[in-house]
């Protein structure tokens, strides 16, 4: 890749938050319902004892169905806080404690766990616009990922729509690659990919 390449990065964006917009409830619900159907077959997830996920925007693929499903496996789930220094914190996620944060993102309203408490978890299911077969993933831009896994040794796990599945993204040296990646699809290894 190119040593500047946010322009590139920029326009993958915008063309997957446009077709997002676009996309009906139904297919919302339906891909949701599909990614936790798919779930048990990332072993890693099954066994994991704490796991780090997020709580999804009406655009994302929804996270409710995992959610939901992690709990009823009895799994401690963790959601990230957004700090305004662009560092995420970490709530004990209980089922319907939640607001819109100061990103327009929701949050969880329990008590703040720092930062580390990320790297007592097992799996950490990240949100992504869009994840490359080497298992490149684009975020929205702001890095709150990329720092809090610089160091995070479990599985990574991005949640995506099928069409955001690419054969190839632009990415930078500093952009964290993720294990494995979940779509309504099903489960999918990159290439690079350890589990």
């Not at 996620?93 to 607001?99: K, L, S």
């Not at 993933?137 to 995070?152: I, Q, S, W």
């Not at 632009?170 to 990919?193: A, C, I, M």
Request: negative net charge.
């Amino acid at each position: 890749m190119s040593a500047n390449v946010t322009p590139e990065k920029n326009e993958v964006r915008i063309s997957v938050t446009d077709r997002r917009r676009r996309r009906s409830e139904s297919e919302r619900v339906q891909a949701a319902q599909a990614i936790a159907l798919h779930a048990p077959a990332v072993a890693a997830l099954v066994r994991a004892r704490r796991v780090a996920a997020y709580l999804s925007m009406p655009s994302e693929p929804g996270t409710g169905p995992l959610l939901d499903w992690l709990t009823e496996l009895g799994t401690e789930i963790v959601v990230p806080v957004s700090d305004s220094d662009r560092t995420l914190d970490w709530v004990a996620y209980a089922p319907g404690e939640v607001v819109v944060g100061d990103l327009g993102v929701p949050e969880p309203t329990g008590p703040r766990l720092g930062e580390s408490a990320l790297h007592a978890c097992e799996v950490a299911i990240i949100p992504a616009l869009a994840v490359d077969h080497g298992g490149n993933r684009l975020g929205r831009g702001a890095g709150y990922y990329d720092r809090a896994l610089v160091d995070f040794p479990g599985v990574t796990c991005a949640l995506v729509y099928d069409d955001e599945l690419r054969a190839e993204l632009p990415h930078e040296p500093h952009d964290r690659p993720v294990d494995l990646v979940l779509s309504p699809g099903g489960l999918f290894r990159p290439t690079r990919g350890l589990v």
